[in-house]
């Protein structure tokens, strides 16, 4: 295995029968880059707060950065907590 990967990524579902918007910031007012298929799951980067939405999975303000420059709101997300579950963006 190479030096820094990491085997044990925790990869979260989106919530089914939802297309998720990915984000490029922490708001539905930064422009969507893409948006996931339905049924799938993903790999949260980091966490950092922003605009509250409404979701499957509650209200919230916390947002999961997948990728670089990639967010989702953790409304649509299934972590199983109310609080964040990976380190906070810097």
């Known amino acids: ?12 579902e989106v919530a089914p029968g939802y297309r ?3 984000r490029s910031g922490p708001s539905t007012k930064y422009p969507i880059v893409r948006v996931l298929a ?3 799951t993903v790999a949260i980067q980091c966490q950092k707060y922003g605009e509250w939405v409404s979701g499957p999975y509650g209200t919230t303000n916390i947002w999961d950065s997948i990728a670089p420059g990639e967010y989702v709101s953790d409304a649509y997300v299934h972590t199983g907590s109310d609080k964040m579950v990976a380190p906070r963006c810097i």
Do not use: L, S
């Open 1 to 12: 295995m190479p030096q820094g990967e990491d085997t044990m990524t925790t990869r979260y």
């Open 20 to 22: 998720v918007n990915v």
């Open 38 to 40: 339905q049924g799938v």
